[in-house]
């Protein structure tokens, strides 16, 4: 299951049944669950911990060194989880302190060209396609979409169950449930076809909706204003609603809108 050109450090951890393709690079600090493959080119290195059945592309690389100016140097750490595809020349780097780890959950789907800076938190069921970035200590929600040519300036975070269009630039949080598109970024609408599709039923549909035309569609008011009266209003107690108040609440860059 390993090819004869590959070249794994001896000190590196890998679980039965892991395919390594031809030219493959792995290094001392990297530990592979079963059942994960490496197509062929793939290069993953630093304390890199990967879980079962991941695939990886060619010219993937994994775990590299973080980009930020502030890296002296320490073994700092990339976690994956499960189930997760790289296709190729995605890159992934470790986090820049020892205590923050770059993660990543499971079931995610990172299409060619995508990039992953150090410090992100990627969730679950998340879809970054080709050539879309996250900057440094970017947080993505489960089952976010960041469509082509799209990038989120670092420390942003892109909410749960949220579509963000392609060639977007991404300067303040994306709300969950909602679909961001443009440049300048603005919200143009709630997720519901993605929301439908994920299991949530038309009332739940329905009270999203209302919250998007309250906090979305009343320009003249600021959104704290808005955030003030949807939480006086029946709806606040709704679980999404509550999901899209706390959000917005715990905003430090500011919410598209």
């Known amino acids: 299951m390993i090819h004869p050109t590959a070249i794994i450090d001896p000190a590196a951890e890998i679980a039965d049944g892991v395919e390594i393709g031809a030219y493959s690079v792995i290094g001392s600090n990297v530990q592979i669950g079963k059942g994960s493959v490496l197509k062929s080119h793939v290069v993953i290195e630093g304390h890199t911990t990967i879980g079962e059945n991941n695939t990886f592309f060619p010219f993937s690389a994994i775990g590299q060194v973080t980009q930020d100016l502030k890296y002296a140097g320490e073994p700092t750490a990339l976690i994956i989880g499960n189930h997760n595809t790289f296709r190729e020349n995605t890159t992934v780097h470790r986090g820049t302190t020892e205590e923050v780890p770059t993660r990543i959950g499971d079931h995610n789907l990172f299409l060619a060209y995508a990039h992953v800076a150090h410090d992100c938190q990627v969730g679950s069921h998340c879809i970054l396609s080709n050539n879309g970035t996250l900057g440094g200590h970017c947080e ?3 089952y976010a979409i960041i469509s082509g ?3 989120a300036h670092q420390f942003c975070r892109i909410g749960e169950h949220s579509l963000v269009g392609g060639c977007t630039k991404i300067v303040q949080d994306v709300p969950p449930f909602m679909i961001v598109d443009g440049t300048p970024a603005a919200v143009r609408s709630p997720n519901l076809v993605g929301l439908q ?10 009270t999203i909706k209302h919250a998007y035309k309250k906090l979305f569609l ?7 204003d808005l955030v003030v009266e949807l939480k006086e209003s029946d709806s606040a107690e ?5 999901r899209l108040i706390e959000f917005i609440s715990g905003s430090e860059r500011g919410v598209i809108r």
Request: glycine share 14%; no cysteine.
């Open 140 to 142: 993505m929600g489960d």
């Open 197 to 206: 599709r994920r299991g949530f039923d038309k009332d739940e549909r329905r």
């Open 218 to 224: 009343n320009k003249d008011h600021s959104l704290g």
């Open 238 to 242: 709704e679980t999404h609603v509550a």
């Open 149 to 151: 040519l799209s990038g």
